[in-house]
């Protein structure tokens, strides 16, 4: 009964490449895991940025400056409304994602790469940011995924861990 309440928890979230423990783990729990991990930081928007790319840097991720993305200026380009300071930063550890792109199962994963750190700023003029949580996404694949995630968590959590 369990397996077929968790395939289709799984059709339902449309995650049908979700294992089977990581949904039921999920029964009983929120439907809608945290896919997502919103800090609010210290600093200001731009000394975020800053400090948020040095981090990153600092534990060997790549981060060139063609991959960043200032929303609020394209928008307002665009569409003529301001959303406000708004930017992403897309970010790699190259090894890691050989490990996952090498695995033909795994390669549906390219759409989540690089990595996307936003940062932005609320009407509550304080800073935030953003990103994918790494331990749910080895949750839901398992195996291999699961292993670079539990490393790769830890490191985007101090990226994101600022000071003044």
């Known amino acids: 009964m369990k397996i077929i309440i968790s395939l289709i928890v799984g059709a339902i979230l449309g995650i049908g490449s979700l294992q089977i423990p990581a949904v039921q783990q999920m029964i009983g729990k929120s439907l809608a895991p945290q896919m997502l991990i919103e800090v609010e930081s210290p600093l200001d928007f731009y000394d975020t940025l800053d400090q948020l790319v040095e981090n990153a840097k600092a534990a060997g991720w790549k981060v060139p400056e063609k991959w960043r993305v200032n929303f ?14 708004n930017e992403v930063i897309k ?26 750190i936003a940062v932005y700023e609320k009407s509550n003029g304080k800073t935030y940011i953003s990103m994918m949580n790494m331990e749910i996404l080895g949750l839901m694949y398992g195996g291999e995924i699961a292993e670079i995630a539990k490393e790769l968590a830890p490191q985007m959590k101090k990226m994101v861990t600022l000071s003044k």
């Open 72 to 85: 609020q200026r394209n928008l307002l380009r665009v569409t003529g409304v301001d959303i406000g300071p």
């Open 91 to 116: 970010m790699c550890e190259p090894e890691a994602a050989v490990r996952m792109l090498k695995h033909d199962e795994y390669k549906l994963l390219t759409t989540m790469m690089p990595c996307t």
